[in-house]
């Protein structure tokens, strides 16, 4: 065969070889950019995200502008507006995560509204990954955050004066499907939390990962974290490999629930580990809640987690304990919420 006649014959063959290969599944080009969040109020962090992503943004830039509109949503339970801890006091935990496997972190941050900004100025401008309490606060002023009033929202207000009532130290959240969940919102706005018949709330975590144009990977995590809490309790959320872990190599996973069980697990990091061993995100986050099940063979109905997973693909998925765990994605092909699968 002569080479222009060669030439010719590659020309024609080679788009039906690159069609059979992603039948195979192998060589699948990658969905991005992509955007997924815990959640159905992920779908207003998604459009913050795509705002970014849309444009070619970094995936970086992209979970900071989504972490942050939750932080600013008002009567949301995730950032300052979210329900106190047993003393009465708001604290906030967040990370962030990008695709050189920087990160920075808060933890019992109090009264500043953007705890994801805070984080990522920790990643970028010092040598630390996470700073806590009155020394994140600290850090946060000295590097321009306002410092706000620390009074509580309304809601917040009449909840803990409710809960105060009993004092309970009773911490649930995320379980959708227990007979204590009310199928009612609190507050107007159209992200108003779920709520628990004795008041307190579940939702009070944002968890998000991208993938950008340029096939980088990111992740943020913001949160008041669980309602009553102990002061000073930290859940899994500003922990990198508990609540969220990004390896730009394989993948990206965050998580939603009851901290401890994630933490004990090293949850994200986990899941992102399965995916490194081929596992899709489904899978891996799967294999994740089956671990904290294991673990919990009696407490295991009580208890609720999500995982979500991102991988280089673009493949998304999720698995929980119980019913109800619920996911935002947005890409060029869909803006939607989906179901996530559960165990139990
Ligand atoms: C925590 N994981 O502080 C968080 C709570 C949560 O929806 O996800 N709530 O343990």
Not at 81 to 90: A, E, L, M, S, T
Not at 112 to 121: E, G, L, M, N
């Amino acid at each position: 065969m002569n080479r222009r006649k060669f030439l010719h014959l590659s020309a024609l063959t080679a788009p039906l070889l690159a069609a059979k290969k992603s039948i195979a599944g192998n060589f699948e080009a990658p969905v991005k950019p992509i955007v997924i969040s815990t959640w159905d109020s992920g779908m207003a962090v998604n459009a913050a995200a795509w705002e970014v992503l849309s444009k070619k943004g970094r995936a970086l830039d992209a979970v900071e502008a989504g972490a942050m509109k939750m932080e600013n949503t008002p009567d949301c339970c995730v950032g300052l507006d979210g329900y106190p801890d047993r003393d009465g006091i708001v604290t906030l935990d967040s990370c962030i995560m990008d695709e050189y496997s920087n990160c920075g972190a808060v933890a019992g941050l109090e009264r500043i509204k953007h705890p994801v900004s805070v984080a990522r100025k920790i990643m970028e401008t010092t040598p630390h990954v996470l700073l806590v309490g009155a020394g994140a606060q600290q850090f946060a002023v000295q590097n321009g955050f306002p410092l706000e009033s620390g009074e509580l929202s309304e809601s917040a207000k009449k909840a803990y004066a409710d809960w105060l009532k009993k004092s309970e130290y009773k911490p649930v959240i995320n379980i959708e499907n227990l007979p204590v969940r009310q199928a009612g919102k609190k507050g107007n706005g159209p992200f108003a939390p779920m709520f628990f018949e004795d008041g307190s709330f579940n939702h009070d975590t944002m968890g998000l990962v991208a993938m950008d144009s340029s096939n980088n990977l990111s992740g943020a995590v913001t949160t008041s974290g669980m309602a009553y809490k102990i002061h000073g309790r930290v859940g899994d959320s500003p922990i990198i490999g508990a609540g969220l872990f990004v390896d730009n190599e394989v993948g990206a996973a965050t998580s939603s629930g009851l901290g401890e069980e994630v933490i004990r697990i090293c949850g994200t990091h986990l899941v992102v580990e399965f995916m490194r061993q081929g596992l899709s995100p489904e899978m891996a986050c799967k294999k994740a809640v089956e671990r904290i099940v294991k673990r919990n063979p009696k407490k295991a109905k009580e208890l609720q987690v999500g995982f979500l997973a991102l991988n280089k693909k673009g493949q998304y998925g999720a698995y929980a304990i119980q019913k109800g765990f619920v996911f935002s994605v947005k890409s060029e092909r869909e803006n939607q919420i989906h179901q996530s699968k559960f165990l139990l």
